[in-house]
Every structure is written in C-alpha cells, then in structure tokens.
C-alpha cells in the first residue's frame, strides 16, 4: 500500500496537465521543423517535458507546502501520500535525468538552454525566490511552459537559432502568458494568507481577470497584424473568433462568484486552448 502511495505520488506531482501543456509546446516548436520529425523526437520530447515540468512542480512542491495544505489539500505531500524529502529527492532525480538526457543526445547549445531552464526554475521556488515577484513570476512561468519547449522542440528538430520563427513564438508565448496567470486565481486564499504577492492578492480577482482579457486582446492584436503581414497562416484567424467569445462563460463565472471551484475551471478551459494553439501553429509552416 505505501508503495502505490508512493508510485501515484510520483505520477501526480509532476502534474499531469502541465506535463500535456509543456509537451504541446515542445511538440509546436518540432512540427515547425517538420522535415525532421522522428518518432525519437517525439518520444525523446514526451521524456523532456516529464523530467522537466516533473522536477520542476515537485521541486515547488516542497517550498509550497503550507500553501498547499489549504488551497490544495489532496497533493501529495499534504495529502500524506509522500515525504517532503522524498519528494525533494525524486525532484532531484528527475532534474538530473533531464540534464543527462541532453547531454548524451544533443548539441550544447540545447545542453545550455536545458542548463537554463533548470537553474531559473530552482530559483522560482527557493534561493532568490523569484515566485515572490508579481508579474516577473508570471513572465517566468510562461516562458518556461511555452517558449523553452518549444525552442528545445525545433532545436532538437535540428532547427538553429538563426532560423527561429519569431511570428510563431510570439504568439505562443503571448496567449501562454494570459493563460498561465489564471492558475494564480485557485491559490488567492491561500497565498494572501501567507504573504504571497501574486497579481490576484495585490489587485484583487475582478482586476487581475481585467488584465488577462486585456493581454488576449493584445494579443489577438499582434496575430490580427501578423496574419495581414501575411507572417501567419490564414487559419490561425479562427483564433480571433474564438480567443474570447468562448470563454466568456467561464471569464464571467468567476467575475460573478470567485470561487476556487470557476477559476480552476476558467484554468482548465483555457489550458485546453493552449494546447490547441500550440499544435496550430506548430503546423503552420506545413499547412
């Protein structure tokens, strides 16, 4: 019994959905290189996204317990599934597993980027803290769930730095960054009781959900001017159609009732677009 305990502790701490979202981008970034997708690509990238968003979520576990103990009991470390120190250790397994991967498999510039991710994530939860800054912790949040996998993606799709397709990226990391601020709305009790200073805490839900309509304006602003620059294909205007007037129930639910309950719903809806947009514009160059 404590063994299965353990073994779905290992599974949930990563995070299941955040696995798929990292995953996606990675997936984004390799199709936008498509004449070298592989199988080995495709499942070297799986391997990537779970050592690395594993590590990463089970490293912050461990720093957020006290959080986690209110806003989101049924974790497993408040939950009693598994010990802070066994999550650290597993968190420190798959951090090297990831290090390791790169550095047998690819080119050092990847090797770099991977060094990168990890050192900026490890900051996130401990050391500089940086999850105590308002907005610089969203700005890393989103980058480390859309831009770095998604350039691991077309790197490891030997792809180069010189060939980047900046429109593609943009657009990922812009409605990323919208998106991931969500996630802070199921935390709010918990992290203003203890002190820390997400955007939903210093301006409240109503403001802060103000603001992540603003950016998916902005950025359907800057995908409206890259499809008449004819820098993006024609297809990705559905985006414009359907950014905001589809999710506008859940925006409204959680304007109306502020629960933990609508804003992870809001999340969850908006994290099933992410995904759609990542594989979009990952076929953009194909299509």
């Not at 770095?148 to 490891?156: D, N």
């Not at 943009?170 to 601020?181: D, E, K, N, R």
């Not at 999340?267 to 514009?281: P, S, Y």
């Amino acid at each position: 019994m404590v063994c299965l305990n353990i073994l779905r502790a290992f599974l949930i701490l990563p995070y299941p959905l955040a696995v798929v979202m990292v995953y996606s981008a990675y997936l984004a970034g390799n199709l936008l290189n498509f004449t070298n997708i592989s199988f080995f690509s495709l499942a070297f990238g799986f391997l990537l996204s779970f050592f690395f968003i594993g590590s990463f979520n089970s490293f912050n576990a461990v720093f957020d317990i006290d959080v986690d103990k209110e806003s989101k009991p049924k974790r497993p470390i408040p939950a009693g599934l598994i010990s802070k120190n066994l999550a650290l250790s597993y968190s420190l397994f798959l951090y090297f597993a990831f290090i390791v991967l790169l550095y047998v498999f690819y080119s050092f510039e990847v090797f770099v980027i991977g060094m990168i991710m990890i050192i900026l994530s490890v900051f996130y939860s401990s050391g500089l803290r940086l999850k105590r800054f308002p907005l610089l912790s969203d700005l890393l949040i989103a980058i480390t769930y859309t831009v770095f996998p998604m350039l691991l993606g077309f790197l490891i799709g030997r792809g180069n730095l010189f060939s980047l397709p900046y429109p593609q990226f943009a657009i990922v990391f812009l409605f990323g960054f919208a998106v991931l601020i969500t996630k802070n709305f199921e935390d709010f009790v918990a992290d203003k009781k203890h002190g820390l200073k997400t955007l939903p805490v210093i301006f409240g839900i109503k403001q802060t959900l103000a603001l992540v309509i603003l950016l998916f304006l902005v950025s359907d602003f800057v995908l409206l001017l890259l499809l008449l620059r004819n820098q993006l294909p024609s297809y990705l205007s559905l985006i414009l159609f359907f950014t905001l007037p589809v999710f506008f129930h859940s925006f409204r639910r959680l304007w109306e009732e502020p629960s933990q309950k609508n804003a992870f719903k809001l999340f969850k809806h908006l994290a099933v677009f992410m995904l759609a947009l990542e594989l979009l514009t990952g076929f953009s160059l194909i299509i």
